[in-house]
């Protein structure tokens, strides 16, 4: 599982690149039985990765599969955060929850 802050929007569409801008969050994970549910194509499966953003005050978390190009946002995902510098835990708060490599 790998960790690393980059940057990228937090409104950018589910197929577009990312742009620099916002600030976010990355990790790999494996998601564990039933997957990842996902506005846009329901559930998502195995070997992800997973991307916290933050534009203004809002953090969304996406997720897409590992090395693709389109992103999808988690179901429920989506937070106002008094301060930007929450964004680590909320990321660390969703890779918790999301990353069950053993089912």
Request: charged share 20%.
């Amino acid at each position: 599982m790998t960790d690393t802050p980059d940057a990228a929007p937090a409104d950018q569409a589910p197929a577009g690149p990312p742009t620099a801008g916002a600030d976010s969050r990355t990790t790999d994970i494996v998601a564990g039985q039933g997957g990842v549910m996902t506005d846009e194509v329901g559930v998502v499966t195995g070997e992800l990765t997973l991307r916290t953003e933050l534009a203004g005050d809002q953090a969304v978390v996406r997720v897409q599969y590992k090395d693709a190009a389109e992103w999808y946002t988690v179901t429920g995902a989506r937070t106002t955060l008094k301060h930007a510098e929450d964004l680590e835990a909320v990321h660390a708060v969703a890779v918790g929850i999301l990353h069950r490599p053993h089912g």
